[in-house]
Structure formats: structure tokens, C-alpha cells
């Protein structure tokens, strides 16, 4: 299953690239992180890992598994039946920045999370907002 959310921020991408990969910062402006926590140190890079409490779920280890500087970073997580993919976008857009972020599931628990939908898409939805609200808030 794939769910995406693809919005326009009025902020530059270098910007929005320093907001989106600052990851520890994220439990400060993304109502859908309680906690997040960097099992490593350093700038994000292919490798890093972090734990994250999101509500209603217990705690996961992401993984970053692509990383383009500027443009997009993926991780991945795994649970007993289920893998789970992000992906956040970034594109510049005029003066400001199209901000893509993309949950991806599959394994054989996928077809369960189908029937949470909504609530991906609802997630998603906020943390474009949280995100469009922090540069708005920096600039």
C-alpha cells in the first residue's frame, strides 16, 4: 500500500532539507512524533538510525536506506509482518519548495494496515502541516 501527501511550502528547499533531516528536532513541531530518538551521531546519512514513538504505536527503529542531499531521504522499518517505508520529497517549486512525504507498506500484515487509510492519510496530512508551520516560524 502506498500513501503520499505531496504539498507546496513557501520556503527554500535548503530550508526544508535542514527541517527534514534534523530529525531529533521533529517531537518539537510534528504533533505525529511524541518522541524521537538518534542512535547515531552526525549528520543523517545512509545508515542512521533512530528510535520514534509516534502516537498509538510503540516505539520503531528507521533505518535510512537512500539519501540525495537537498532532495529526498528514505527509511525503513520492520515489524513482525510488516515493513514500512518513508520517504520525504523536496523539489524547489518557484521561491518555495513541494514537499512530498510518502508511507509505503508491504509484507503480509500490509493488507491489515489497508484498513487504517485514513489515518495514514491523516498523519501524512499533519506532518505537511507541521512542517509548512516550523518554516514559516525560522524564516
Known sequence: MRYEEF???DAPVDLMWRLTTEVEEWPKFLPTVQRLERL?????RVGSTARIKQPAQSSAVWTVTRLEPGREFTWETSRKGLRMTGRHLLEPAGSGTRMGLVIETDG???GVM???GGLMR???RQEAA????QAAAVR
Open 40 to 44: 547515531d551521531s552526525g549528520e543523517l
Open 7 to 9: 504539498t507546496q511550502i
Open 108 to 110: 503480509p500484515l500490509a
Open 114 to 116: 489497508a484498513l487504517l
Open 122 to 124: 491523516s498523519s501524512l
Open 130 to 133: 507541521g512542517f509548512a508551520r
